[in-house]
Nanobody, 123 residues
């Protein structure tokens, strides 16, 4: 059974940085896509970034391009989301997602979800 455990959220001022981590376990992820999605209060969940574990193909939402970087540490089975130049509109619960199909991650319909971690950016 796939388990995804996020960490690294918190409160940061606008312009600051945070790094989210998603520790994955329960299977081999070499043929999986991993990603991050977020949901702000009163808004629908939206795609942030995705990466194919073995191929390294990466996609970003337009709203985070140039500010966020998704990466994988194979030795630690962990996916990271480095968030720089944070804005108040980045405030949301960020959730890690995993699925064999990257499109399902991007559409917010993955097989597995983490529990989410809160990111709050103050102005």
């Amino acid at each position: 059974q796939v388990q995804l455990v996020e960490s690294g959220g918190g409160l940061v001022q606008a312009g600051g940085s945070l790094r989210l981590s998603c520790a994955a376990s329960g299977r081999t992820f070499s043929n999986y896509a991993m990603g991050w999605l977020r949901q702000a209060p009163g808004k629908e969940r939206e795609f942030v970034a995705a990466i194919s574990w073995s191929a390294g193909s990466i996609d970003y939402a337009d709203s985070v391009k140039g500010r966020f970087t998704i990466s994988i540490d194979n030795a630690k089975n962990t996916v990271y989301l480095q968030m720089n130049s944070l804005k108040p509109e980045d405030t949301a619960v960020y959730s890690c997602a995993a699925d064999p199909a990257r499109v399902r991650v991007m559409l917010g319909a993955p097989r597995s979800w983490g529990q989410g971690t809160q990111v709050t950016v103050s102005s």
